[in-house]
């Protein structure tokens, strides 16, 4: 059983940039397909990014396609969430999750979840 921890989050200005990570331990890694979701206050969980096992396939959001790029280092046991240009509607909880299997959109088809970190982005 795989247990995630994320890591990066905090408060900026709209148009900087943070990496978000998140490390795994009690599992194997390589064997998860890894993605990133997003909650804001009053909203539903929503799909951010994912990635493939090995890496060589990434997956996103629109809203978020050509400013976050999501990668990974099966080495290190940790999959990143580079995002640029950052906008106030980026705000919300940023939450890591794995799954075994293809890679998906729906947050209910993911096993594994870290506890979130805020990522707050201001005007």
């Known amino acids: 059983q795989a247990q995630l921890v994320e890591s990066g989050g905090g408060l900026v200005q709209a148009g900087d940039s943070l990496r978000l990570s998140c490390t795994a331990s009690?599992?194997?890694?390589?064997?998860?397909?890894m993605g990133w979701f997003r909650q804001a206050p009053g909203k539903e969980r929503e799909f951010v990014a994912a990635?493939?096992?090995?890496?060589?396939?990434?997956y996103y959001a629109d809203s978020v396609k050509g400013r976050f790029t999501i990668s990974r280092d099966n080495a290190k046991n940790t999959v990143y969430l580079q995002m640029n240009s950052l906008k106030p509607e980026d705000t919300a909880v940023y939450y890591c999750?794995?799954?075994?299997?293809?890679?998906?959109?729906?947050?209910?088809?993911?096993?594994?979840w870290g506890q979130g970190t805020q990522v707050t982005v201001s005007t």
């Open positions: 990635i493939s096992v090995s890496g060589g396939t990434t």
């Open positions: 009690g599992g194997t890694f390589i064997s998860y397909t």
């Open positions: 999750a794995a799954r075994f299997g293809s890679a998906s959109t729906k947050w209910n088809n993911y096993n594994y």
